[in-house]
């Protein structure tokens, strides 16, 4: 069969080959890039294309640009991000602003996880994640109604302590959660938010909460500019049979 061509301009495609060298570690932080010469000959690329490439991952944060010497790989660590936990890197720089609170009608997924009626109403938090002042992260996160209105997950001001105190106050303690984590093209929305570069996809994940009796108390949608983040998973492997073959996806 044959093997499908890549669509994309010629300028996409070169941004992704030195894009994927930098990720894997071939080009590292401080290395200076091959001229533009270089990069002309070595792609079979105009200038303008090259030079159109290369705006795009200086976009990314993964280039930067001196004047007279050339161009650099940025030192750009990645927000890694312990899914498991989600616990937030370098407390102190990062913080939420509350877009808005709202009464509505949960999209499907978020109706289907909650375990709702179709037409019932949800309360949801929508918030902005800042890390030195700049966008990072839109997240909306819904609340049964029949557990969050009247209370402070229904305010329209931050919550002492969070939500996950807010529920356990209410007799909802977190016991576990599911995330379903995938990546698509932004919305008109999501770029503008996030002030995405051009090209740039978007991770979404999906993480329900349960508490007692498996009973779902919150579905959280995280959107997550891709440029800027590795989740990390953990997995103990020491107490499995030593035949054991990794589960179908």
């Not at 294309?49 to 200086?58: G, S, V, Y």
Request: a neutral charge; proline letters at 9%.
């Amino acid at each position: 069969m044959p093997r499908a061509r890549d669509p994309r301009p010629r300028h996409q495609q070169i941004a992704a080959e030195i894009r994927d060298l930098i990720m894997r570690g071939e080009l590292t932080p401080g290395e200076r890039l091959p001229s533009t010469a270089q990069l002309v000959e070595r792609y079979g690329a105009a200038n303008a294309t090259i030079q159109h490439a290369l705006k795009a991952l200086k976009d990314e944060g993964f280039l930067d640009s001196h004047v007279g010497k050339g161009v650099f790989v940025r030192d750009r660590r990645p927000f890694v991000i312990d899914a498991a936990a989600y616990i937030v890197p370098e407390p102190g720089r990062f913080r939420y602003r509350l877009l808005s609170v709202d009464s509505v009608v949960p999209p499907r997924d978020v109706i289907e996880s909650l375990r709702l009626a179709p037409q019932a109403a949800a309360v949801v938090r929508a918030r902005l994640l800042l890390h030195d002042g700049h966008p990072v992260e839109l997240s909306f996160s819904y609340y049964p109604a029949d557990i969050a209105a009247g209370t402070s997950l229904a305010g329209t001001t931050k919550i002492r302590g969070g939500a996950p105190r807010a529920l356990a106050d209410l007799g909802y303690p977190q016991q576990h959660f599911v995330d379903r984590i995938s990546a698509r093209p932004p919305t008109t929305e999501e770029i503008e938010t996030l002030d995405l570069p051009d090209g740039t996809p978007v991770i979404r994940q999906l993480r329900v909460i349960y508490s007692y009796n498996d009973h779902p108390v919150e579905a959280s949608v995280l959107i997550k500019g891709a440029h800027l983040y590795e989740l990390l998973y953990r997995q103990d492997t020491a107490n499995e049979p030593s035949n054991a073959l990794p589960a179908s996806t």
